[in-house]
């Protein structure tokens, strides 16, 4: 560290603040939806249809939310293979669609406050034999998520293998695989099941995100980060996704992009203090008193018993002479 403060010991253990306020993901398991007030609610629509351009009525579409997966929606396509729910949390969501004689496709959608997310699917058919064995990969899914929702963790990582076996194609498959062997402690499996989500969905803020932190946890900064470029680019509105995208680009010495990104999650989050830390430092760094003054305040203010707090003091003990 340059200037005025040269001797200090500033150094920060990031890598054990590294990806620790990460919002819950979710399984997909049965459950109820929570009434909300309008003003804060979302909406989907969209129509299905085939390959040949006809609406596919009748299928069957879920919506279960990547946060809380108690917060389930199930509706059915009318006969112009058009859908809409309303009353969504805004949030991401994975959206499944299926239809006996076709292929199942599921996709990561985001519904924001009072706006409409559209829609436009196209079934492919399914000749008898897939249809069966895709079937059949949807109950190990189905048993998989009951395993995951009772805290059995490695049990679901090898009913969800079984799953994946059947049904390859299938990024929600490897997600919740990965997410299983997250909770479980298997950290190579967790990386190659967020690996293959991310390839077949690689426009996903979840599974963007995840990869990210897997890496970033794995001490792979340099490889982490493209996946948390993608998933800031994606949703920018996340502050635990941003808090943590900031470490890595701390990591890969990018201290002024992580400066804006870091800004932006205490300006979602606003009683954020770790982000408010890594704000001081950077500041410090930067010879930048008054902000890093006021950022470390901060952080005393909302966290003053935190492993941090002796060394924000001594910061602002040296500041202030």
Request: glycine share 6%; aromatic share 10%.
């Amino acid at each position: 560290m340059t200037g005025p403060l040269q001797g200090i010991n500033t150094q920060i253990n990031r890598e054990d603040s590294m990806i620790k306020k990460i919002g819950i993901l979710s399984i997909v398991i049965a459950g109820l939806a929570f009434p909300l007030q309008a003003s804060v609610q979302g909406r989907m629509a969209g129509v299905v249809k085939d390959e040949a351009g006809a609406p596919v009525a009748g299928v069957q579409v879920t919506i279960v939310s990547m946060k809380m997966s108690s917060r389930q929606y199930k509706t059915r396509t009318d006969a112009e293979g058009k859908f809409t729910q309303i009353g969504l949390w805004p949030e991401f969501y994975q959206v499944s669609f299926k239809k006996d004689g076709f292929l199942p496709i599921s996709s990561e959608v985001r519904v924001r406050i009072d706006e409409t997310s559209k829609l436009e699917i196209t079934l492919r058919p399914a000749d008898r034999a897939i249809q069966s064995q895709l079937s059949a990969a949807d109950k190990k899914f189905v048993q998989g998520n009951k395993l995951y929702a009772e805290g059995k963790y490695p049990e679901a990582v090898e009913i969800f293998k079984e799953a994946v076996a059947m049904g390859a194609d299938q990024w929600a498959y490897h997600f919740n695989l990965g997410l299983a062997a997250k909770k479980a402690g298997l950290e190579d499996q967790t990386l190659t099941a967020f690996g293959k989500a991310v390839e077949l969905n690689p426009d996903s803020f979840s599974c963007n995100k995840e990869i990210g932190e897997a890496l970033a946890k794995a001490k792979q900064f340099d490889e982490a980060r493209p996946f948390y470029d993608k998933a800031y680019e994606v949703n920018p509105d996340d502050a635990d996704t941003n808090y943590n995208y900031g470490l890595v680009l701390l990591k890969t010495g990018d201290s002024e992009r992580a400066l804006e990104v870091l800004r932006r999650a205490v300006s979602l989050k606003e009683d954020y203090a770790e982000a408010y830390y890594q704000l001081g430092t950077i500041y410090v760094g930067q010879n930048n008193k008054p902000e890093a003054i006021a950022s470390l305040e901060k952080f005393l203010e909302l966290a003053p018993d935190d492993p941090q707090a002796a060394i924000a003091r001594q910061l602002l003990d040296y500041l202030k002479k």
